[in-house]
């Protein structure tokens, strides 16, 4: 148990479909992320938050919009998906909210995009 | 842009040997993380790094940060059929405390 749970564990789904990745933390951090791991490639961060609040944006396509309702939870709308966005999708949380040493992260949701 | 280069890419190793990997950069790091990703996991943080020439166990996992501050090096020593796994190495950058990583380090252990 590393205190942070993502859901689903893996998912399928198609071009025009809308699905949704959750994350939770239960280790009263503040700071949320939201990772993108390729095969053979770093780990690629997308989106920070600090308090809830969005405070990086890495560039990510529109096709990817997170949510972060509180500082315990954190989402991942996707909708009309490429085949090139399959990958493991990992959230991780620090403490820190100026810094994101010592992640720690969840299971990752293996995505597939068919 | 920053980059953090880790080498071997994989290593292929008997039970019981001992293991080195390392990271390098062209910039400096003022602290350097070594995590371990388990098939299926997500990354679990083994050895984190606060000073230039610190060397910092872990059980069998030895982890040191370069004098230059643009490197670093982690050793498993007698290794064991749950180390496999792929290791990273990562770092933060001082303008806004992003983690960079790099691209791992793939223990396979044979039989």
């Known amino acids: 148990e590393t205190g942070v749970t993502q859901t689903p564990r893996h998912l399928v789904m198609g071009m025009t479909n809308k699905k949704s990745l959750k994350c939770e933390q239960h280790l009263g951090h503040n700071a949320m992320y939201w990772y993108k791991q390729s095969a053979k490639k770093p780990l690629e961060l997308m989106f920070v938050y600090n308090f809830k609040e969005q405070t990086e944006n890495n560039s990510v396509p529109s096709r990817f919009s997170p949510e972060c309702p509180n500082s315990s939870h954190l989402f991942l709308h996707l909708h009309t998906l490429q085949p090139e966005d399959s990958a493991l999708y990992l959230c991780?949380?620090?403490?820190?909210?100026?810094?994101?040493?010592?992640?720690?992260f969840g299971q990752g949701t293996r995505l597939t995009v068919v | 842009g920053q980059q953090l280069n880790q080498s071997p890419q994989s290593m292929f190793i008997q039970e019981g040997e001992d293991v080195s990997m390392n990271c390098t950069s062209s910039?400096?790091?003022?602290?350097w993380l070594w995590y371990k990703q388990d098939p299926g996991e997500g990354p679990v943080l083994l050895i984190a790094l606060y000073k230039a020439g610190e060397l910092t166990s872990n059980g069998r996992l030895t982890a040191q940060f370069g004098t230059t501050r643009k490197d670093s090096f982690l050793n498993i020593s007698a290794s064991i059929p749950s180390d496999v796994g792929i290791y990273f190495c990562a770092g933060p950058l001082d303008s806004n405390y992003q983690l960079i990583w790099g691209a791992g380090t793939k223990l396979i252990i044979k039989p």
């Open positions: 910039s400096i790091f003022n602290t």
């Open positions: 991780a949380s620090s403490q820190h909210p100026t810094g994101n040493t010592e992640a720690f």
